[in-house]
Every structure is written in C-alpha cells, then in structure tokens.
T-cell receptor
Framework: EAQVTQNPRYLITVTGKKLTVTCSQNMNHEYMSWYRQDPGLGLRQIYYSMNVEVTDKGDVPEGYKVSRKEKRNFPLILESPSPNQTSLYFC???????????FGPGTRLTVL | TQLLEQSPQFLSIQEGENLTVYCNSSSVFSSLQWYRQEPGEGPVLLVTVVTGGEVKKLKRLTFQFGDARKDSSLHITAAQPGDTGLYLCAGAGTQGGSEKLVFGKGTKLTVNP
C-alpha cells in the first residue's frame, strides 16, 4: 500500500530534550516536506527536500533540522524543543513540489 | 508572497443542506488543489483544477476554478455527516523562482445529523 508513515503519532516531552520524528514514504517520491499545523494559522512548511542530500528552509524553519540521507526517509529533528513548538506535525511527499501531496497521519507533539 | 484566503473559517450545518466554501487570492495560480482532512488524519487530495473556468464534479461535490485562475469554490449538495472535516485549498505558483504549493488556512465543516 502506498503510504507515508510517521513515528511517533503522539509525543509529550520537556523543554530542551532532543527528539526526532521519523517520516518514511514507499512511493519513490523525489520531494518531501514537513509542515506544522496550528489553529488559526493553517499548514506552514518547515523544511523541504527536492532529493537526497538536498534540503531547504520553508516558511518556519527556526528550531528545526532535517536530513535526507535516503530517498525514502526524511526525519525532523528538534535539538532543543520549546513550548512554542507544541503543534501537529505532518510529513508529506510527492514527485514534484506542486503535484498531489501525500500526507502522513500526523504527529501530535506537546512540549512542557 | 502568494496568499490564499478561505471562507468561511467555520461552517456548521444540518444534514441535507447545501453549502459553498471559497478560496480567493489576488495571485494567479497554474492549478489549484482541494484537500479534505478528517480528524486525526492527514489531508487527502479531492481534486485538482487546472484550466480557468473548469468545473469538476465528484459525486455531491462540485469544484470550480475561476476564469482568471485566482479563485476557486467547492459546493456540496445535500451534505452528510461523512462530509465533516477540514477543507483546504492549495494553489500552485512560483515564489523566488521555484514552484511552490501555497495552502489556505482551511474551512472547518461540521455536518450535524
């Protein structure tokens, strides 16, 4: 089944404790991206990747890191999480940036 | 910066009613996508409209792309509780020389039985 998987689905952590949210797709997509979704603010892009080893900042990259060592995986790293990073996070993939986006199920992160 | 404004932000209706949600911009988009996001899940593509004036139907859902490719609407006939969700529009445009998808903030629809 074609899908984007994210783990974990839910995470409660404390300020400053490094965490990684994994994202994997099995559709051989070139383009992958991370979004955060907040009430009243909609989906905002954090980082995106056009291909392996090619990543770039989206609209709200501060406090986040990403890597793309393999085509199928695109982890999101929060090195020192803060409460303002409490949000619902989505990973998405597609063949091109403006094609249909396939979203993962989301990761709900709470930073205390 | 290209922006997409969706209205209304919230909509609560009774089963069987008709409704229209709007997606507007001052910018021209090469195409426009509509997604539905159900609680606890990621957005899922419903339709892509490409040509100005284009109308696409998906069962009880009718999507229209404005003639100038700056706006779009989604009309639902005889809404059902299963239509409940967040409806997002996304426009394909160019920013900083790169192709980019711009998302609206969404319309949260609740259909009450």
């Amino acid at each position: 089944e074609a899908q984007v998987t994210q783990n974990p689905r839910y995470l409660i952590t404390v300020t400053g404790k490094k965490l990684t949210v994994t994202c994997s797709q099995n559709m051989n997509h070139e383009y992958m991206s991370w979004y955060r979704q907040d009430p009243g603010l909609g989906l905002r892009q954090i980082y995106y990747s056009m291909n392996v080893e090619v990543t770039d900042k989206g609209d709200v990259p501060e406090g986040y890191k990403v890597s793309r060592k393999e085509k199928r995986n695109f982890p999101l790293i929060l090195e020192s999480p803060s409460p303002n990073q409490t949000s619902l996070y989505f990973c998405a993939s597609s063949f091109f940036p403006v094609n249909e986006q396939f979203f993962g199920p989301g990761t709900r992160l709470t930073v205390l | 910066t290209q922006l997409l404004e969706q209205s209304p932000q919230f909509l609560s209706i009774q089963e069987g009613e008709n409704l229209t949600v709007y997606c507007n911009s001052s910018s021209v988009f090469s195409s426009l996508q509509w997604y539905r996001q159900e609680p606890g899940e990621g957005p899922v593509l419903l339709v892509t409209v490409v040509t100005g004036g284009e109308v696409k139907k998906l069962k009880r859902l009718t999507f229209q792309f404005g003639d100038a490719r700056k706006d779009s609407s989604l009309h639902i006939t005889a809404a059902q509780p299963g239509d409940t969700g967040l409806y997002l529009c996304a426009g394909a445009g160019t920013q900083g020389g790169s192709e980019k998808l711009v998302f609206g903030k969404g319309t949260k629809l609740t259909v009450n039985p």
